[in-house]
């Protein structure tokens, strides 16, 4: 059964730590694709040229540093 990712964004007021709670459940396959979605989401063609919403940019940082935890440079 694949788990299902419940969205990616989320209100200005919520909590980062439920994001990095949510990575910490995805496995490898599926932290790459949330991954890709956000690395889109904050891309210059996604936003007509206009920085990206903070959040996803937030996402973002939080889902490479769990990918970068997960598989140290060695």
């Keep these: 059964m ?7 964004g989320f209100d200005e007021s919520s909590d980062v730590e439920r994001f990095r709670t949510e990575l910490l459940k995805m496995s ?5 694709k949330c991954g890709k979605d956000l690395a889109f989401l904050c891309s210059p ?5 206009k920085p990206p919403r903070e ?10 540093a769990e ?3 997960r598989h140290p440079a060695r």
């Design 45 to 49: 063609k996604q936003n007509f040229g």
């Design 2 to 8: 694949t788990r299902q990712f419940s969205g990616i």
């Design 28 to 32: 490898n396959q599926e932290l790459v």
């Design 55 to 64: 959040v996803w940019a937030v996402q973002l940082k939080e889902a490479r």
């Design 67 to 69: 990918w970068r935890r």
